[in-house]
């Protein structure tokens, strides 16, 4: 191959080799990585080993030919055509989220090849894989727009400049991190907002939290029928695992229940019964959602078909009803950089997503996923919505579609 079209790097560092008229000479220590790429074949990935006998090391860098895959097809019979374009996953790599910076024009992926994870990161101008030392399971963006990796007992805040330099600023545990970021929606000079739930997701609330700590719930909405019939079947679970299991063997009497509902199945008709309960209460989602835009708290009620909106470091409310009642299994999407709530639900058994105006509670389809199997990960940005699909040999690639009218 011409080293012209080809990029070089040495630990994640571009570098530029000697080249002789067969050979290309890289000056490397013990235990390096050269990561070689070129747009016609696919990236190839060579250890220096740790020990190293001679001052001088001859190796054979063998690049399999990039077979040609299909990066556009419609993905939707409207008359716009809309269609769909593959914008990053090598053949090797299989990925597991990412995050978009539309102001940037970067990509921030979290990848594995080969058993190991990658934060990569690409803008117009450079790229750069970065390994991690932990077993990565998402990303996400806060309100704030700090960027999170999160593993099984631990949350990463990291930052990657433009210049492809990649840091940690902060490590939580998960228990922190539910703590003081997971519910934190919006952050003024004055206070900060938090949306909970309780009651088996049936209680949805926003606090108002200042400096000096003191604390004020602005709003707050429970769903009494769905609250009472889960409270119903709790107590039916209580009472059948009191009726079957002895004193001296009944946790929740002696006060040693962790909430583990499993450590409750103790025969077929609890087992059934308590994941019938976890399925439809306590595993399942709230139907409202708290956002923190620009001037406003955004609340959206789906139980009540409505958007109530707050102003900052005020009390009044105002209602604006919205139609949702045909749409199934919705929930809230958040572009950060542009400021505007989506809707991704189920319409007439196609998942579609919608524009939803906060002004005056009308919502506009701009995009659907006919034809696409499985979609996940389903995130907006500007004037464009991004998913993640498996191909054929079971690897994740992130895929772009231009939203209808946006």
């Known amino acids: 191959m011409n080293i012209k079209d080809g990029d070089f790097y040495i630990n994640n560092l571009k570098t530029i080799p000697k ?11 013990a235990g390096d990585t050269i990561i070689i790429r070129h747009f016609e074949y696919e990236q190839g990935v060579y250890c220096i080993p740790q ?59 979290l990848k594995s090849i080969q058993e190991k994870y990658y934060i990569g990161y690409k803008n117009d101008s450079t790229s750069g894989d970065f390994e991690l030392r932990c077993i990565p399971t998402f990303l996400n963006l806060d309100c704030l727009g700090n960027t999170y990796i999160h593993s ?4 990463y805040q990291f930052h990657i400049s433009k210049q492809i330099n990649f840091q940690y600023i902060t490590i939580l545990s998960s228990s922190e991190y539910k703590v003081f970021i997971e519910n934190l929606i919006s952050k003024t000079t004055k206070n900060v907002y938090f949306a909970r739930t309780s009651l088996d997701h049936q209680k949805f609330t926003v606090i108002s939290q200042e400096n000096n700590n003191y604390t004020e719930i602005i709003y707050a ?31 929740i009497l002696q006060g040693k229940w962790d909430g583990n509902y499993s450590t409750l199945c103790t025969n077929n008709e609890l087992k059934k ?9 306590t595993e399942s989602k ?19 078909d409505q958007i109530i909106k707050i102003k900052y470091g005020s009390h009044h409310k ?11 299994n919705k929930i809230i999407l958040y572009d950060y950089f542009f400021d505007e709530i989506y809707i991704l639900a189920s319409d007439h058994r ?50 772009q579609v231009k939203c209808k009218i946006i």
Do not use: W
């Open 19 to 29: 080249q002789t008229k067969t050979n290309y000479i890289f000056q490397v220590n």
């Open 152 to 155: 099984k007992d631990s949350v």
């Open 273 to 281: 019964m308590i994941n019938h309960y976890k399925l439809f209460f």
């Open 350 to 399: 196609q998942l579609s997503l919608f524009k939803l105006n906060t002004k005056n509670g009308t919502k506009l389809m701009i995009g659907e996923f006919d034809g696409v199997v499985s979609p996940t990960k389903i995130k907006i940005y500007g004037d464009s919505y991004y998913y993640l699909k498996r191909n054929e040999a079971g690897f994740n690639k992130l895929y």
């Open 51 to 109: 020990r190293i006998e001679a001052d001088s090391i001859f190796y054979t860098f063998i690049l399999n030919f990039k077979h040609n895959e299909l990066e556009e097809f419609v993905v939707s019979s409207t008359s716009s055509r809309e269609k769909q374009k593959k914008i990053a996953g090598e053949s090797n790599e299989n990925i597991l989220d990412y995050l978009i910076n539309p102001i940037e024009n970067s990509i921030t992926i």
């Open 221 to 251: 909405e429970t769903n009494e029928s769905t609250y009472t019939v889960s409270k119903n079947e709790f107590n039916e679970i209580v009472s059948l695992y009191y009726s079957i299991t002895d004193d001296t063997e009944n946790m």
């Open 318 to 328: 105002k209602v604006i009803p919205i139609d949702t009642k045909h749409l199934k």
């Open 286 to 304: 709230s139907n409202c959602f708290g956002v923190g835009m620009m001037d406003h708290i955004s609340i959206i009620n789906f139980n009540n």
